[in-house]
Each structure stands twice: as C-alpha cells, then as structure tokens.
C-alpha cells in the first residue's frame, strides 16, 4: 500500500473544490525534463526506467510513476514509509513549480498538512494490516 499524490497543472485554483468542471490541465513538461528537474533535488533517484523512477532509503520509498509518454500531462508519486518523506515531496514540487494532492482533502499538498496527510494513511493502512 502507498500514500499516492497526483502532480499536474491545476490552474489558479486554491482549492480542489475551485476547479471548474470544464478545467482542462496544461501539459506539464516534457518528461526529460522533469526527470532532469526531480535528479536536481534527489540524485538518489533510479530513472533507469523513464516510466518509473524509485527513490529508497531507510526511512522511505517514493515511486514515480510518469507514464510512456515523453509530453507530460501529470504524474504520480507512490510514498511509503515515514514523515521524512515530506521535505523531499515539498523540494521536488517546489522545484518543478507544481502542485500535488492525494485526494483526501480538498487542499493541495503543502509541509504541514502533507505531515499529517500521511500519518493519516500511516495509520489507514496499520489498521488495514492489523486485521
């Protein structure tokens, strides 16, 4: 199981709740060049495939998953493992100039909340693997 964000344009909205039915995201850059962008903030990264970049460490795994296309439209990141995750999340979107949500709230990711967010899934998914 992973806490899974979504990265792509969300426009001006401050909110998910303020994106308009008819919104239509702008590609987000071509997928060289966001992969370049990411290994600037975490050179750690394995890309070895384009499609599917992992970052691992003792404390967390963040899976990127940019899809077959070279244009960009969004991209995901699959996190497991602890809040030690959340400044490297906050360095790679601030970085690409992105945003990013999980869908669990109507608030795009940020530091404060992003902690929490994922505690949240923390103990989701502690509870699930309990039963």
């Not at 060289?32 to 903030?41: E, P």
Request: hydrophobic letters at 40%; glycine letters at 6%.
């Amino acid at each position: 199981m992973s806490w899974d964000l979504f990265v792509q344009d969300w426009g001006n909205a401050r909110t998910l709740e303020e994106i308009p039915d008819d919104f239509q995201p702008q590609p987000i850059g071509n997928r060289t060049d966001v992969i370049r962008t990411i290994l600037n903030v975490e050179p750690t990264v394995n890309f070895s495939d384009e499609s599917w970049g992992i970052l691992e460490n003792d404390q967390f795994s963040i899976e990127f998953n940019m899809g077959a296309d070279e244009l960009l439209n969004s991209f995901a990141m699959h996190v497991r493992g602890n809040e030690l995750a959340i400044p490297c999340i906050a360095n790679i979107l601030r970085e690409l100039n992105l945003r990013a949500t999980d869908g669990s709230t109507p608030e795009f990711f940020n530091i404060e909340e992003g902690t929490k967010q994922l505690q949240n899934w923390i103990d989701y998914r502690n509870k699930i693997m309990a039963k």
